[in-house]
């Protein structure tokens, strides 16, 4: 009776109709995300057999990938790609998201968000192939500077890093514009003035004030571009001629190609632990800007 | 403070965001099968021959199929999650939201690669049906986060007011709650379908022998001849996206106003 009574009364707690409300989504996380990221998990420690999967505990498959020269050169590509794809995307965000949260007035600004997220829910397919359009062997470069007599052949721009990398930066330009402008939009206007009330000059109070309190809008933007490049798998693909593969294609290969799934396994897991690794090591590094709060 | 440089800066950057895309409708109508400059004609050919393609059909079916399945369900798991994550709290909300917006921050590479392992596994044929799967996983994450939006922007006296007018949770919900949070629920839905229409790599995993648009699309891309089609495909697909981003951003623009709130602007 007394336990019935516990549980009628557990029933209408806030607790419960919490979990009752988000059961649904979360059962769907459990069984579709959770499960296979641990089956993926356990399948890395198992053995490779023809078409099947010995379940027999084993390492040998991490140790294959990481003595693999192949496995290693493509993830040091894909770090560095991702670096600098990163790199070059915030730095060239941040004065567009400093323009609008500062330079337009609050009516625009809506505006000025819709028009830079346009493209980006245009097919990225499509705008990743235009960029091999305007940079190939007789595309809108070559083909310009032709008719303009620059040159006298075209001239190779594709498939190599430096064209990933353009690429990959256009393509990931609003996921970094729009938490570099929210964390603007947060400043304390006072703050800037006080600044120069006490004699700063305008770059001074950038570097002093501005800068370190839209740190953590850099943060997010640095994590939310470095994070999906690293697996990005039609521009080394399409851009690169997959002549400078990156993880993603490494995994595709060995997981359908080559149909060694322990192995796939492997170096998904590995390439997921060294991006979990290095976003926690970036997040540790700037830990004294993400303590300020308003 | 304003920095005057800046101004010029953002319109060329506005160029070279849309350098690529003034592109396509360029290609789409020149009379020429390579892609290249000086330009030759005016044609309307291509959009005839990707009218005619019965493969393309296909796929587009596919893949509305996909993205219409894909944003209602994600919406509807949204809705679940975004009102228990900002009306109640409860132990382990925390994990619970964190895993379910894992997606946001995980390679879609390594979605689409463990559940294409789970399904083979427990041996699921590859189809339609276990793309629409994969969608709703990485939709869900956008789904709350508009939705949070909408929920948090609600009144909470409106509710308890009917409550107290006599009206039981459900009812209280449809009549109140669902109207007022209606502009998240749609844009919430036109945002999934966006997604789902253009994700490429767990459709390329997960839909076994189906095409869908973007498969489709890589698939061509080998051939220098169907080029000039995929530029006209473009053309529609960009026009598309506008139109249904131009309805979204009307929806989220009126359920600021009907909740009271100021316009912050941005979509994510």
Redesign the interface.
Known sequence: MASKNRWRRWLRT??????A??????F???A??????M??LA?SFFKDGYLTVIREFTLQNYRDTWTDPVFRAILLRSLTVSAMVTAATVL?AF??A???S??VSPAM??R????????F???????V???K??L?F???V???LD?LGLIEAPLNMLNNVQAIVMTLA?AY??FAI?PI??AL?KIDRAL?EAG?DLGES?LM??WRV?LPLAMPGVIAAV??VF??T?????TPQ?IGGGKVPM??NL??VR??DLDN?PL??AI?VS??LI?TLVSLAFLFLNRRFLGVRK | MKFPVLRSYAYVYLLFLYAPIILLPVFAFNDGTIIAFPLKGFTTEWFRQMAANATLRTAVQNSLIIAVSASILATTLGVFAARAATRFAFPGKAGIIGLIMLPLVLPEIIIAVSLLVVLLGIGVTLSVFTVILGHVLICTPYAIAILNTAFNALDRSLEEAAYDLGETKWSTFRLITLPLVMPGVISSLLMSFTISLDEFIIAFFLAGREPTLPTYIFSQLRFPKQIPMIMALGTVLVGASIVLLTIAEYFRRRGIAKTGGTDSGGFV
């Open positions: 806030e607790a419960f109709s919490g979990y409300l988000i059961s649904p989504t979360a769907y996380a459990l579709l995300l959770a499960a296979p990221l089956t993926i399948f060239i004065p567009i400093y323009y609008i500062f330079n600004k809506s000025w968000l819709f028009l830079i997220t346009i493209p829910w245009t097919s990225y397919l499509i705008r192939f235009l960029w359009v305007i190939g007789n595309g809108v070559n083909s310009s008719i256009h330009a609003p729009l402008f929210v939009e800037l120069q305008r109070t950038f501005t994590l939310i994070i999906p690293i697996g990005d798998y039609v399409l993880v993603a995994i595709q997981m359908l799934k796939g396994s998904a390439a997921m991006v």
